[in-house]
T-cell receptor, first 109, second 115 residues
Framework: DAKTTQPNSMESNEEEPVHLPCNHS???????IHWYRQLPSQGPEYVIH???SNVNNRMASLAIAEDRKSSTLILHRATLRDAAVYYCILRDTGNQFYFGTGTSLTVIP | KAGVTQTPRYLIKTRGQQVTLSCSPI?????VSWYQQTPGQGLQFLFE???????NKGNFPGRFSGRQFSNSRSEMNVSTLELGDSALYLC??????????????FGAGSRLTVL
C-alpha cells in the first residue's frame, strides 16, 4: 500500500511562505496527490491536488518532484487562519485512500 | 448549496451496544466515504460507497458496516461497541468520475464516545 510521511509539526511566521513536505516513495503511476487541511473541531477541507505537474490555485501551490516520490504544499503568505493540520493523501484510480500522519502548522503572529 | 450533513453530531454509548450514523452528501454527489479519526491512529479509511455498492473497504473488523441508499445518503453501523471505537467519524462525498482526481467534501463529523 502506498503511504505518505510528513513532519509532525511545523511553525511559520505570519505573512511568510510555508513549505509543507510530504514523502511518498512508493507512489504508483496512477496515484493522485491530494492535500487537505483540518481546522480544530471541523472536518478536513480540500486544499489542492495534482498528478505529475505543479499546480496552483487560490489557496496554495503544489510542487511535485520529478520522480513523484515527494511533494511540497506551498502557502505563499501564511495567515493565522492557516493554522491547521495538513494531510497529504494519495488516491489511486481504485479509489483507495492513504492518509499521511498530518503536519500541525502553527502560525506565529 | 448545502454541504455534507452528518447526524448525530455527538453521541454516547456503552460497550456492547450498536450505533448507526447518518450522512447526507452534497446534492449530485454519488460517492460517499467514511473515516475514523482518533488521536492515536489519525484519519483511517473505513469504506466507500458508489451507487449503493461498496466500492472499497479499509482494514476494519466486520463490526463496522455501511450502506448507501438510492438517494446517495449513507449510513454506517458499528455493532458490539468497544471502548476503542470512541472516535470522530467523518463522512465525505464526491462526484463520480475519475476516482483519483475526485475532490472530497467532508462533513463536520459524528463524535462517538463509548463508555
Amino acid at each position: 500500500d502506498a503511504k505518505t510521511t510528513q513532519p509532525n509539526s511545523m511553525e511559520s511566521n505570519e505573512e511568510e511562505p510555508v513549505h509543507l513536505p510530504c514523502n511518498h516513495s512508493t507512489i504508483s503511476g496512477t496515484d493522485y496527490i491530494h492535500w487537505y487541511r483540518q481546522l480544530p473541531s471541523q472536518g478536513p477541507e480540500y486544499v489542492i491536488h495534482g498528478l505529475t505537474s505543479n499546480v496552483n490555485n487560490r489557496m496554495a501551490s503544489l510542487a511535485i518532484a520529478e520522480d513523484r516520490k515527494s511533494s511540497t504544499l506551498i502557502l505563499h503568505r501564511a495567515t493565522l487562519r492557516d493554522a491547521a493540520v495538513y494531510y497529504c493523501i494519495l488516491r489511486d484510480t481504485g479509489n483507495q485512500f492513504y492518509f499521511g500522519t498530518g503536519t500541525s502548522l502553527t502560525v506565529i503572529p | 448549496k448545502a454541504g455534507v450533513t452528518q447526524t448525530p453530531r455527538y453521541l454516547i454509548k456503552t460497550r456492547g451496544q450498536q450505533v448507526t450514523l447518518s450522512c447526507s452528501p452534497i446534492s449530485g454527489h454519488r460517492s460517499v466515504s467514511w473515516y475514523q479519526q482518533t488521536p492515536g491512529q489519525g484519519l483511517q479509511f473505513l469504506f466507500e460507497y458508489f451507487s449503493e455498492t461498496q466500492r472499497n473497504k479499509g482494514n476494519f473488523p466486520g463490526r463496522f458496516s455501511g450502506r448507501q441508499f438510492s438517494n446517495s445518503r449513507s449510513e454506517m453501523n458499528v455493532s458490539t461497541l468497544e471502548l476503542g471505537d470512541s472516535a470522530l467519524y467523518l463522512c465525505a462525498s464526491s462526484l463520480a468520475g475519475s476516482p483519483g482526481a475526485n475532490v472530497l467534501t467532508f462533513g463536520a463529523g459524528s463524535r462517538l464516545t463509548v463508555l
